[in-house]
Every structure is written in C-alpha cells, then in structure tokens.
C-alpha cells in the first residue's frame, strides 16, 4: 500500500513540475514573439509626458521629457540628441486621388495648388536635447520644449541622431585622447524605445524585459529540479522505510 501511494505522489509530483516548467517555457516564448526588446549595451530613451502649451486656446509648443538610461561602460561629458518626426498625414491619407474622385477636374487642380502651398503639413518636426554629465549606469530624466502646435507627432516613432558627442570610456582619464569620432557622433550607442515597445510605459531597468523574463525562467527551473530532488528523496526514504516494516515482519 505504501509502495502505491508512494507511486501516486511521485507520479503527481512529476507532472505537477512538467507542468510548471512548460509554463515557464510557453511565457519566455510568448515574450520573445510578442515583445519587442532593447539592447543591453547601449542608451535607451524614450520621449514621454508631451504635454501641450495652450495660449488664447490655442496650442503654441509643446513640453516634453526625455528619459534615458546609460546601460554602456562609457561616460559622456555632453551630447546632443537630435530628434525628428515626419509628418506622414499626406501620404497616407492620399488627398490627391480622394479629390479628384468627387470634385470636377478644374477644382482638383485648384485644391491640390493650395495643399502644394502648405508646406507645414509635410515639415518634419524637429527637438535637440543636450545632456551634460552623464556617467555609466545612470538614469536621467530631460524636460525640454519645442514651439509647435503638433505635438501629437511626439507620440509617435522619431528618426534620431546624436552628435555632436564627447566621450570618456571608464578607465581612461579624463584628459585622456577620444578619438575624433567618438566626440563628433555616437548615434550607434543609442537606441530609441517607442510605444510600440512595453519597456515606453515601465521604469527602464539594467537589462531588458526579455532577458529578465530569461533569468526568471532560469531561476524557476532551478527551483523546481531542486523540488523534484526534495520529491525523490522523500519517495525513496519512503520506499527503505516499506523495505524495513517488511523484513522486520
């Protein structure tokens, strides 16, 4: 009887384990497929908090934070993030052919005269931000102000560069010789986080959600082999223990 229960409980605890672990297994996946990560070695920052400036009940500039978290082994004396937005209205929306389908051909030229005059409607908009001071593993949170009335552009995926940039790598003085590259561009150290990522609307960590996910799954597993070993060993003491009552029958 003990050798059945014991048989039970071990069966169960099997599959209570596989269970776990396959979970684990399915959520690491659904992160990897659904999830977009970012990179541990570089600065990721985001453009957040856009708030608009409103004056007579119009809408003259917009406020803005830009946060940025230093993942690299380098520290920055200064640099300045450039920032564009393309105002993609036009393309998308193909104003051109809709007019032409409901209006006679003298006012499609007519309309399509005055929207080739409104350059704005196609103007990127553009922010720089500089920073000064900004070392390894640190965070930093930027509040800056653009005058325009679209601040909904902020919201959306911007184009990005960053120079001019001045740079010491930990370990070298700081009258030590960067080279003119490194004070002049390092666009490739930085990575932009949008909307479309979910790391935009948490705190931005040392490493990204997707590799954290990874150490939780790894810590996970670890517990639970180590579960299964506790498991085994019950049952096997349970097994000498059913051997013993027996022979000392």
């Given at each position: ?21 396959a979970a684990t297994e399915t959520n690491q996946e659904k992160l990897n497929n ?168 948490g705190q931005f960590k040392k490493i990204s959600a997707t590799d954290e996910q ?36």
């Open positions: 009887m003990k050798k059945l229960l014991a048989s039970i409980f071990m069966l169960f605890a099997t599959l209570i384990c596989s269970q776990a672990i659904e999830a977009p990560s970012t990179r541990p070695d570089a600065v990721i920052f985001k453009v957040h908090e856009v708030t608009p400036v409103i004056e007579d009940g119009m809408v003259t500039g917009c406020d803005f934070t830009v946060t940025l978290y230093n993942r690299t082994s380098v520290n920055f004396r200064s640099f300045t993030l450039n920032l564009d937005w393309k105002d993609v209205v036009d393309e998308t929306i193909k104003f051109d052919t809709y007019i032409s389908n409901i209006v006679s051909k003298e006012e499609a030229e007519m309309f399509k005269n005055i929207v080739a005059n409104d350059k704005k409607a196609s103007t990127p908009l553009n922010a720089k931000v500089t920073v000064n001071a900004f070392g390894a593993d640190k965070q930093i949170s930027v509040r800056s102000h653009i005058d325009t009335e679209r601040c909904y552009l902020m919201l959306t995926n911007a184009n990005f560069s960053v120079t001019p940039c001045e740079m010491v790598k930990v370990g070298i003085s700081t009258g030590g010789g960067n080279t003119s590259g490194e004070k002049s561009n390092c666009t490739n150290l930085f990575e932009l986080v949008d909307t479309s990522n979910p790391e935009y609307f990874e150490q939780n799954v790894q810590q996970q597993k670890s517990e639970l082999s180590t579960i299964d070993e506790i498991i085994g060993k019950i049952v096997e003491n349970m097994g000498m223990a059913d051997k013993s009552l027996t022979n000392s029958k």
